[in-house]
């Protein structure tokens, strides 16, 4: 893929230049390494989640071209806390390498929220060409005066309505609906619509339904089939509002101590992985929504007149979220 090579050109030639001052500083030599470096890799999500199981295949390359000096040891399902814990053991050197979503690195780099805007991306295209281009390497390093540096982009899909009431065909009849979201510029776009925002874990989704407590949420055809809240919230429209990325971060304090090799090794490796988990949730997307299919979901897709109207009612919320963000906004609307 073009977005990939460009990456890669980028890539290569960065690190490779960072080889060469470093080596031109001195002629002194290291002593060889007798034991393995052990890496610490933090995921919250189950071990069968295409970004777990990327992760364990980019810790199986690093293993393989550091001849064993660097082993990635994967702690996934949430075991050395959620998300936002992971974070701050990111910051502190208690964990080494993580995938996490963006909101908990928001804190930290809050012009990453302009991600999380409804419509920001024509389409898939447009989504890779952003993260793999200047942008998105401007990006991933925004936090390292935090702590964490950014080491690739994960896809975690696109994002559309469901309910339990009915098909959705236009802005109209996201009236009145309860539906779960985050906070932040996906509640407010929810209310223009007209429908009633309800803040709750995602775990709790799947009883509320089912009990009337809520009529539907919002998240990608994984996470709908996955949870089993197709069961219940039959209507799908697929209106694609917001593809959100998860990224693949390393702490600071473990990424000084490596050497200028294994810097650009982790980075390859990383971007690899990268590949594959791409490819892995483009077979669970497409794995998921025929299994709805067949279950009987009914899936409705926006008109170009009704497309207008739900882009429409974000504006109000780019206008709120984005002001300080306008430069950022343009580049990436600006990206082929």
């Known amino acids: 893929m073009r977005w990939m090579k460009t990456w890669r050109a980028w890539l290569a030639g ?31 999500q189950v071990t069968e989640y295409p970004g777990v199981v990327a992760g364990r295949y980019f810790a199986g390359l690093v293993k393989e071209r550091t001849h064993g000096r660097i082993v990635i040891e994967m702690y996934d399902g949430g075991q050395l806390g959620d998300e936002r814990n992971v974070v701050d053991l990111l910051r502190f050197g208690s964990v080494d390498i993580a995938r996490v979503g963006l909101g908990p690195l928001m804190r930290l780099a809050p012009q990453l929220q302009v991600l999380h805007m409804p419509f920001l991306f024509r389409d898939y295209d447009h989504f890779q060409h952003t993260l793999y281009g200047d942008v998105g390497q401007e990006l991933l390093n925004s936090m390292t005066n935090d702590g964490i540096r950014g080491l690739t982009w994960y896809d975690s899909g696109a994002r559309s309505f469901f309910n339990a009431r ?52 919002e998240n990608s055809w994984p996470s709908y089939v996955g949870t089993s809240v197709f069961e219940n919230a039959v209507y799908f429209v697929q209106d694609e509002h917001s593809r959100l990325p998860d990224m693949q971060v390393i702490s600071e304090h473990t990424w000084e101590k490596l050497s200028p090799e294994d810097q650009q090794i982790l980075l390859e ?68």
Not at 16 to 41: D, F, I, K, N, W
Not at 198 to 203: A, I, P, S, T
Not at 291 to 311: K, Y
């Open 14 to 44: 960065s690190l490779l230049l960072t080889v060469g001052l470093l080596a031109g500083c001195g002629s002194m030599q290291t002593a060889p390494r007798t034991e393995s470096t052990v890496l610490r890799y933090a995921d919250n």
């Open 166 to 217: 009915h098909p959705v065909r236009s802005r109209a009849d996201m009236a009145g609906l309860r539906l779960r979201v985050q906070t932040g510029p996906m509640k407010d776009f929810v209310r223009a619509l007209g429908a009633v925002p309800v803040v709750m874990n995602y775990g709790e989704i799947y009883a509320a339904v089912r009990d009337g407590r809520l009529d539907g949420a």
């Open 269 to 336: 490796c990383a971007q690899e992985a990268a590949e594959y988990e791409h490819e892995l949730w483009s077979g669970r997307d497409a794995e998921a929504r025929q299994q709805a299919l067949e279950d009987g979901v009914q899936v409705t897709e926006l008109s170009p007149e009704a497309m207008a109207e739900f882009q429409k009612a974000a504006e109000p919320v780019y206008a709120k979220y984005c002001a300080p963000y306008q430069d950022l906004l343009a580049r990436i609307r600006a990206v082929p």
